[in-house]
């Protein structure tokens, strides 16, 4: 089976500190995508960022960027120059194809970045 | 707007009556997915919509919970004699491919459901 494990539940820095948020991705697929998502305080769910198993380079956009190693199941995020509007609820997602029916979001890691 | 949306954004109920929440997808989307996200967890799945066909329901918590998407475009979650554990934000999603591709899902604000 799948699993989705973010084991940072609560994460709070100072602005403008840089952060990493970690994502576990457990699967007996052997090609598969991952999604970020971001949750800000109003609620709605925003894509950030979809990448495939086969691409271990780092992506950058901005000031997040994104490490992907399939070795370790890992699919880290960071945020450099953190900002207060980055202060949201952040979840790691396997893709809709994946083995289960089920789409299964972690349980998110929450980012609070402090003025 | 070109993105989902979720009406009514806040519905207050009491315990056993019925209440209907919407799904207005983006235009052209072919999947749609529903999501209940209690305070504090990551959404969980409900349901699932390729057009208007329902592919897969094996989310939703009980016969009270029903989905429809007749013409595959909005969709209706409708909760029958609502129950107090009913009450959590409802997530609506769409993406523009089937549950085999590797689209995105495109949320909308939910609908914040609160039974008394």
């Known amino acids: 089976a799948q699993k989705v494990t973010q084991a940072q539940t609560e994460i709070s820095v100072v602005e403008k500190e840089d952060v990493t948020l970690d994502c576990v991705y457990e699967?007996?697929?052997?090609?598969?995508?991952l999604f970020w998502y971001k949750q800000p305080p109003s609620g709605e769910l925003v894509f950030l960022i979809r990448?495939?198993?086969?691409?271990?380079q780092n992506e950058i956009s901005g000031r997040y960027s994104w490490n992907f190693q399939k070795s370790t199941s890992s699919f880290n995020f960071t945020i450099t120059a953190s900002q207060v509007v980055d202060s949201a609820v952040y979840f790691c997602?396997?893709?809709?194809?994946?083995?289960?029916?089920?789409?299964?979001f972690g349980s998110g890691t929450r980012l609070s970045i402090r003025p | 707007g070109a993105g989902v949306s979720q009406s009514p954004r806040y519905k207050v109920a009491k315990r056993g009556q019925d209440v209907a929440l919407r799904c207005d997808p983006i235009?052209?989307?072919?999947?749609l997915f529903w999501y209940q996200q209690a305070l504090g967890q990551g959404p969980e799945f409900l349901t699932y919509?390729?057009?208007?066909?329902?592919?897969?329901k094996s989310g939703l918590p009980s016969d009270r919970f029903f989905a429809e998407r007749p013409e595959g475009s909005v969709s209706t979650l409708k909760i029958q004699r609502t129950q107090q554990e009913d009450s959590a934000v409802y997530l609506c999603?769409?993406?523009?491919?089937?549950?085999?591709?590797?689209?995105?899902?495109?949320f909308g604000d939910g609908t914040r459901l609160s039974i008394l």
């Open positions: 999603a769409s993406s523009s491919g089937d549950r085999g591709s590797n689209q995105p899902q495109h």
């Open positions: 699967t007996r697929d052997t090609t598969y995508y």
């Open positions: 990448r495939n198993s086969f691409d271990e």
């Open positions: 997602a396997p893709p809709l194809y994946s083995s289960a029916s089920k789409i299964i």
């Open positions: 235009s052209g989307h072919v999947s």
């Open positions: 919509f390729q057009n208007e066909a329902q592919l897969d």
